[in-house]
């Protein structure tokens, strides 16, 4: 069963650091990864989907990687906002199944 | 901007009883699912939905839960008989294409369900 880790599981970071989150999973046959924002009580939202066969994404501020082959995946955030605090999910599809790691929660610090 | 809906945004129940958990999907999207999340908890695969039937489901989705989509804008998750274990947060979401062109998932706000 595929198996999804998240690391650091909480950040503090002060306004404008960059900064890595990271994604790990077990089973490297996946057919797409997806970084998630979650704010407290609400639903997800979707930051960038990076298909299998893809090495990176890229949307505004925010950049991520997929090595497949380690099973891992990392979420770059660059400069920093207090608005980028939340929680940050990652999800990977394996066969017909998605699994969700337990996040990494942002504080960004003004 | 299109968006997926879900309604309530909060149902209590008393253990024991029926509820049907609603969420209206993209328009254009031919993909549905189903997640939930209990408190403090990751993100759980309940079921995904394609052509008025179930694709996929996990070991979560027994007996106890069903999926509809009674008409051409509502998509259903019911709980047959709740346990106090089904208090959580369901999240419904929709993707236009399907798990082989691994497209975008868009999630609704969900619904917290509260089982006493």
């Keep these: 069963k595929q198996e999804v880790t998240q690391i650091p599981a909480a950040l503090s970071v002060p306004e404008g650091e960059n900064l890595v989150l990271n994604c790990s999973f077990t089973d490297s046959a996946i057919y797409n990864l997806q970084w998630f924002r979650q704010d407290p009580g609400k639903g997800l939202t979707s930051l960038l989907l990076i298909q299998s066969s893809q090495r990176e994404q890229t949307s505004g501020r925010l950049n991520a990687s997929l090595d497949k082959s380690s099973g891992r995946s990392t979420l770059y955030i660059a400069a920093s906002q207090p608005g980028d605090s939340a929680t940050y999910l990652c999800a990977v599809r394996t066969g017909n199944q998605f699994y969700f790691g337990t996040g990494t929660s942002l504080t960004v610090i003004p | ?116």
Excluded at chain 2, 59 to 73: A, K
Excluded at chain 2, 90 to 106: D, K, P
């Design chain 2, 1 to 116: 901007e299109p968006e997926v809906t879900q309604t309530p945004s909060h149902q209590v129940t008393q253990m024991g009883q029926e509820v049907i958990l609603r969420c209206v999907p993209i328009s254009n999207h031919l993909y549905f699912y189903w997640y939930r999340q209990i408190l403090g908890q990751k993100v759980e695969f309940l079921v995904s939905f394609y052509n008025n039937e179930i694709s996929e489901k996990s070991e979560i989705f027994d007996d106890q839960f069903s999926v509809e989509r009674p008409d051409g804008s509502n998509f259903t998750l019911k709980i047959r008989s709740t346990k106090l274990e089904d208090s959580a947060m369901y999240f419904c979401a929709s993707s236009e294409l399907g798990n082989v062109l691994g497209n975008e998932q868009f999630f609704g706000p969900g619904t917290r369900l509260t089982v006493l």
